[in-house]
Structures are given as C-alpha cells and as structure tokens.
C-alpha cells in the first residue's frame, strides 16, 4: 500500500445538498397548503346577503372554513365529512392554534338552518366561541 508522502489538508466545507432538498420540500409543501386553503374559499356557493357584511379576508391568522353545501353536506379541510369528523377537525385545529382560532361557516343560502345549528353546537363542544358567518354585501 502506498502512503500518502505530504499530509494536505483540505479545508473544511458543509454540504449544502440536504439543506437545499429541504429548502425546496418546505417551498412545495407551503405552495400546496395555500393552494388547498384557498380552494376551500373559492367553492362556489351562493351566499346570503347581509347589510353589515365586512371584507375579513385577513383579520384572523387561524381560521377553520366550514362549507355548507345546498344539499346540506359539510365540507371542511377538503373534503366532505359528517359531525363526528368535523367536530374532531375543530379539537384538532384548536389545540393547533391555540383559543384564538376561528371558525367560518360558508353556508349556501339553500342550506337548511338545520344543517347549520349542529355545526355550532360542534363549535361550542370543542371550545372555539369565534365562528363567523360568510356572507355578500346587500347591494
């Protein structure tokens, strides 16, 4: 075997490769959690009109939508699910984000209040007192 004749050090260097692929998976993982948090607002219902409606699109930083749909089906986080899922999803968020959480409820004029009455009872069950109603401003 040959030994090495002058004892070179190389300086010493981090390699930058690891960091760069969680760099790049963090960019992808926040582009399609924004992506599937906007769908959820973009469902096309037909909303009520109220005369007091405000733009609060960006007042809260912690904000549970809850889509009430004609026929009376949830939807929330993406998909349909019924009470006992949404009232987990709503512990979940809540200790997530601590009390100052809110909840949306989307309800489409054609949804029955019934359908409605128990996704408040779901609020009240898992500790959030801040659900709003989306609503259209009364022209």
């Not at 599937?36 to 037909?46: F, I, K, P, R």
């Not at 409605?116 to 109603?133: N, S």
């Amino acid at each position: 075997m040959r030994t090495p004749t002058s004892q070179r050090r190389s300086a010493i260097a981090f390699n930058m490769t690891p960091m760069i692929d969680i760099s790049f998976l963090l960019i992808i993982f926040f582009i399609v959690s924004s992506h599937l948090a906007q769908q959820e607002v973009l469902l096309e219902l037909d909303l009520p009109d109220a005369a007091s409606a405000a733009d609060g699109a960006h007042d809260v930083e912690r904000r549970l939508v809850i889509n009430l749909l004609p026929d009376g089906s949830i939807m929330a986080a993406g998909r349909q699910v019924d009470l006992a899922q949404l009232e987990e999803l709503i512990r979940q968020e809540r200790r997530r984000a601590g009390p100052d959480v809110e909840v949306r409820i989307r309800g489409d004029r054609a949804a029955p209040y019934a359908r409605a009455a128990p996704i408040l009872v779901a609020c009240t069950k898992a500790g959030v007192w801040q659900v709003t109603f989306a609503v259209r401003p009364r022209e």
